[in-house]
């Protein structure tokens, strides 16, 4: 485990560079810091979706959707989910939003 | 970490000696100390997992730290839990004492040939226990030690446990070519559950366990999540094939209860093979309920300890009782089969209160269930199609080209190896086998099984799949393959990774996708898509 400072803000983050601590160490410097070493450009409204679908799905059931629920959710094909997140909604978008890596036969 | 590029690594598995040494080693092995860096091992559990699981020594390490945090005493520990163990099971003493180290398993490792790795030969993996049970459980090795081919447990005996112990996926392939039997697979599982004792496990494994005992699956889905994704793909069918299914949850009094692993409930490309189930439910009118308790096939306990296998196992059954249904049935999943066949009826069993399982359809009853009263899915859709009672236009598979991956532990656990075969005869117009050295109880494993298919270890699991994927590489240009069934779920996800590796061209599906794809449903509308949404051959724009 390690910490991770960020524009003011510390951050204990797993090895794969989760948040240990999921959306209640969240915030938007979270999201900056991954932007940046995602080498994602700027974030638009289309990132912002894919993250509060994100968060949203995960208040109601403690786990990332499935992608293509993601995908119904947001009106985005997976192409275009890739497009904005380069290492996929799992690893990329999952991370910015502050939700756990799955795990399991997956 | 980086994987190197799929070019670099076909020449490095053939032309460098060793992963481990980086050379031949010329030392004795028991010489050679292991050395932890970041991509050759599992991160470890976090505290929380186990904390949850009531493990011992919850604490925040790493293998590649110096000092792994052992507690006070840790020797003792182990080697009372190794003496206990050979108490209890009468297996491993025999197979301590009776190893000739002929060799014959050497080369069958995907492991040892993926990595070149001596210590990934199963004898010499095998040896890292045995000479510790020799030096302090024997006589010749209590008045000899090292000459009678014993060692003292060191610190740098149990970090070699851990290093080869999940470099081993328990495929048992090796065991198909030892001379007496030796089941090696139980020699790792034994190796995992000491090394348990002293707080030494990984996540990926404890995580989904703790899951399953919580949640009910290894994904942690909850009762409502579970329902509302196995919706979601009624959703697809109905547009795929203007059908709609009605799967129920949790309804008492159903003739079967249906449990599958629950990553075909949530990732691709499970999420197909489920639909597959879901369709061939409907086209039979069974009489069957899904369970949100028991809502994984899946037994992760199988690679943790004994006690953790035991307790998963029974929630399928409890279950079972308190749904007042007549048998079970499970779906595509691996390792669930290896725990129903060889320690279910041991652990849980007999489980009396459930009814020998015969099919509905069919009238026929399945004997070989006759203790267990689980059926696995491809036996029960064989018989169906024995019986003639599906209807199935397999020209709708007439856009893939598949062969057939043997599950290990179907294949080799369970004996599953024609009826799946039977399915594809009538499924898809042509299938392909791989060479024969490399299917039915011989299979090559996915090189992931056993909770290694975590993505910090992916070198070593390209590595341990090459044997596979070589196989699967020589039906893609042989044949045109582009297809590759199976009947477990950790291949689905693992053999989806090897392929986008080894064989881009080639993807991966659950044998009951197939079937999805080639029933013809009553009243269903013109399908112009397979399970994935794919276009059909002929329906491409």
């Known amino acids: 485990m390690a910490t991770i400072e960020h524009g003011g803000s510390s951050f204990d983050v797993d090895e794969d560079g989760f948040l240990t601590k999921g959306m209640e160490e969240w915030n938007e410097h979270w999201v900056t810091y991954v932007k940046d070493i995602e080498g994602i450009g700027d974030m638009t409204d289309e990132h912002w979706k894919v993250v509060n679908a994100l968060q949203d799905y995960y208040k109601k059931n403690g786990i990332a959707p499935m992608v293509r629920i993601l995908s119904k959710t947001t009106g985005f094909p997976l192409k275009r989910i890739y497009e904005l997140f380069p290492s996929g909604p799992g690893k990329g978008a999952c991370k910015m939003a502050g939700l756990p890596k799955p795990t399991g036969c997956v | ?541």
């Open chain 2, 1 to 541: 970490m980086a994987i190197p590029k799929v070019e670099e690594l076909r020449v490095n598995v053939a032309r460098e000696p060793s992963l481990m040494t980086g050379a031949i080693p010329k030392e004795e092995w028991m010489d050679v100390p292991v050395h932890f860096e970041e991509g050759n091992f599992c991160y470890p559990a976090k505290p929380s997992m186990v904390d949850y699981l009531k493990f011992p020594n919850s604490r925040e390490w790493s293998p590649d730290d110096e000092d792994w945090k052992l507690p006070e005493g840790w020797e003792e520990i182990i080697l009372n839990g190794l003496k206990e163990r050979l108490d209890k099971f009468r297996s491993l003493k025999i197979f301590m004492d009776i190893c000739v180290r002929c060799g014959a398993c050497a080369d069958k490792c995907h492991f040892f040939l993926g990595t070149g790795d001596p210590k990934n030969m199963p004898v010499l993996r095998a040896e890292l226990l045995r000479s510790v049970y020799r030096n302090d459980f024997t006589t010749a090795g209590k008045l000899l030690g090292k000459l009678a081919g014993g060692r003292t447990m060191t610190v740098g005996v149990l970090k070699e446990w851990f290093m080869y112990s999940y470099q081993c996926t328990e495929c048992r392939r090796c065991s198909v070519f030892c001379p007496y039997g030796i089941d090696t697979a139980e020699i790792t599982m034994m190796m995992r559950e000491l090394l348990h004792l002293v707080g030494v496990g990984t996540n990926w494994i404890l995580e989904p366990a703790s899951n399953s005992n919580r949640t009910g699956n290894h994904m942690g889905l909850q009762p409502h999540t579970f329902k509302e994704n196995i919706e979601y793909l009624v959703d697809d069918i109905e547009e795929i094939t203007g059908i709609r299914v009605n799967p129920t949850f949790n309804r008492k009094g159903a003739e079967v209860l249906f449990i599958t692993p629950s990553a075909d409930v949530f990732a691709e490309p499970g999420i197909y093979t489920a639909m597959g189930y879901l369709l061939l439910f409907h086209h039979i009118g069974l009489d069957y309920t899904w369970s949100t308790y028991a809502s994984e096939g899946g037994n992760f306990g199988l690679f943790t300890n004994n006690e953790l296998m035991k307790k998963l196992n029974a929630k399928q059954y409890a279950e079972a009782k308190r749904l007042g249904v007549k048998w079970i049935l499970g779906g595509e999943c691996g390792h669930m089969w290896r725990v129903l066949h060889q320690y279910m009826d041991t652990m849980n069993g007999p489980a009396d209160f459930l009814e020998v399982p015969k099919s509905p359809i069919t009238g026929t009853v399945f004997d070989n269930a006759a203790s267990t009263k689980m059926v696995h899915i491809s036996e029960f859709t064989a018989d169906l199609i024995k019986n003639k009672k599906l209807k199935l236009d397999p020209m709708r598979n007439a856009h893939r080209k598949a062969t057939f991956h043997d599950s290990c532990n179907p294949a080799r656990a369970m004996g599953l190896i024609d009826e799946p075969r039977y399915i594809l005869d009538n499924v898809v117009p042509k299938w392909y086998e791989m060479p024969e050295n490399t299917i039915r109880e011989k299979t090559f494993c996915c090189g992931s099984g056993t909770g290694l298919n975590t993505g910090e270890i992916m070198e070593l699991r390209m590595r341990s799949g090459l044997p596979r994927a070589n196989a699967v590489e020589h039906v893609r240009d042989k044949f045109g393959v582009n297809m590759l069934s199976c009947v477990c779920a950790i291949d689905r996800a693992t053999l989806s990774s090897l392929t986008e590796y080894w064989t881009p061209d080639v993807e991966v599906c659950g044998v009951s996708e197939l079937v999805g794809n080639a029933l013809i449903m009553d009243g269903e509308k013109e399908r112009e898509s397979g399970l994935r949404f794919e276009p059909l051959a002929g329906m491409e724009e």
